[in-house]
């Protein structure tokens, strides 16, 4: 099948394919969407090594989960990305309750931890910025936004969350990411 990322009733249709265990269509799907799932998962982590582990635990749950892929639910990009965001998401609380848990353990050890003071003023300046950012946002762009981001919701569940459409949904995240990327300087 040939055809950009964008074209989704192909994209549809081989997540399909891949559910029936259709191991070129994996390949196909894989080539197809690789650049954009790493992508959005490089941003959320900020780190390529677990950007890339993460990426290939996205690829084996939509080989393990593609069955259950409904079109009518939504494209297979979407779909694909959700995982991607998920996946990423669930990384950064591991992540944090290690580095909790390590920062307890080595408390009650004796030992200071390194840099500790230094992260965690990175870390209280990036919310900072991202808290200012999404005060630059509609009232109605922040809400989809922390209803998806925050609390984990899929886009669907915003939409019945917020009774307006799936579409209207899906452009006030647009216009949101596109403006909090702006306020952040991220291209």
Request: net charge neutral; aromatic share 6%.
């Amino acid at each position: 099948m040939s055809g950009s990322p964008q074209s989704g009733n192909d994209l549809d249709a081989l997540v399909c394919l891949v559910g029936r265990g259709d191991v070129d269509a994996f390949a196909a799907l894989y080539d197809r969407t690789r650049t954009r799932v790493f992508g959005l998962i490089v941003r959320l982590l900020r780190d390529p090594g677990y950007s890339e582990d993460t990426t290939q635990e996205v690829y084996l749950q939509v080989w393990r989960s593609a069955a259950q892929f409904d079109p009518a639910a939504g494209s297979a990009l979407a779909w694909l990305l959700t995982l991607a965001h998920r996946r990423a998401v669930d990384r950064v609380r591991s992540e944090e309750a290690a580095t909790r848990r390590d920062l307890r353990y080595g408390a009650a050890s004796g030992e200071p931890a390194a840099d500790v003071v230094v992260e965690s003023a990175i870390q209280h300046d990036e919310a900072r910025r991202v808290a200012d950012c999404l005060q630059s946002l509609t009232d109605l762009q922040r809400e989809c936004i922390e209803l998806a981001y925050y609390r984990g919701l899929t886009y669907v569940e915003v939409s019945q969350r917020l009774a307006a459409n799936l579409p209207t949904v899906k452009s006030r995240m647009r216009d949101a990411l596109r403006g909090l990327r702006t306020c952040l300087g991220v291209s």
